[in-house]
């Protein structure tokens, strides 16, 4: 599929066949694409946490879902879904790195970052999960863990306290979903969002 394709067929899909399991040799196409993803000083502080049976993709929900209306009905059809993986930045391995001799800082003072990096670089990767996904003929949906049951998530899988959860990938084969809802919303106009030269009002 040409790339402009892919872009133009990313969506987030929140509905699966859950009688096609993505096959693994697709599954292990997705994690090499994901740690290709740029990283600030080559860190790659990520790690992802694949849960493909039963159990384990029950034991995600239960642990990372809020058993609020809302919540349960916005994942209704997500549950479907034959692959969950977890996305996790390390910000240790970006302020190690950059207290390294070549990179000129002698601290590990996070003070120093405009921006939390190891977030960015994990989402890069997510991006490109997504992307791969639709390359192979599946969906996809990036969405994100409440921060009041990360606790539960991380006892859950024993998901280490230096390792944070910046959301989760749901892939699959895509089932009929409806129509509606933020994607109704449509695509904002470019003239909206980009800015030649000087910001304008």
């Not at 990036?142 to 539960?152: C, K, L, M, V």
Request: aromatic share 10%.
């Amino acid at each position: 599929m040409e790339f402009r394709e892919v872009v133009r067929r990313r969506r987030m899909i929140r509905s699966y066949d859950p009688d096609r399991p993505v096959p693994p040799e697709v599954r292990d196409r997705i994690l090499t694409h994901a740690v290709r993803a740029p990283s600030a000083g080559f860190s790659q502080g990520w790690a992802f946490l694949v849960l493909e049976t039963e159990d384990e993709r029950d034991r995600f929900w239960r642990a990372a879902t809020p058993e609020t209306d809302v919540w349960q009905r916005w994942l209704t059809n997500m549950r479907t879904a034959p692959l969950i993986i977890v996305p996790h930045a390390n910000k240790d391995e970006y302020l190690d790195r950059y207290a390294e001799a070549d990179k000129g800082w002698t601290d590990r003072d996070e003070s120093r970052w405009p921006v939390p990096y190891w977030h960015i670089d994990a989402g890069m990767a997510s991006l490109l999960m997504l992307l791969t996904a639709v390359d192979e003929g599946l969906g996809a949906c990036f969405f994100g863990i409440p921060p009041e049951r990360i606790p539960s998530y991380r006892s859950a899988f024993g998901v280490p306290d230096t390792f944070t959860p910046i959301g989760a990938v749901s892939v699959g084969y895509r089932a009929a979903d409806r129509i509606g809802g933020s994607r109704s919303r449509g695509h904002r106009p470019l003239s909206d969002v980009v800015h030649r030269g000087r910001w304008s009002a």
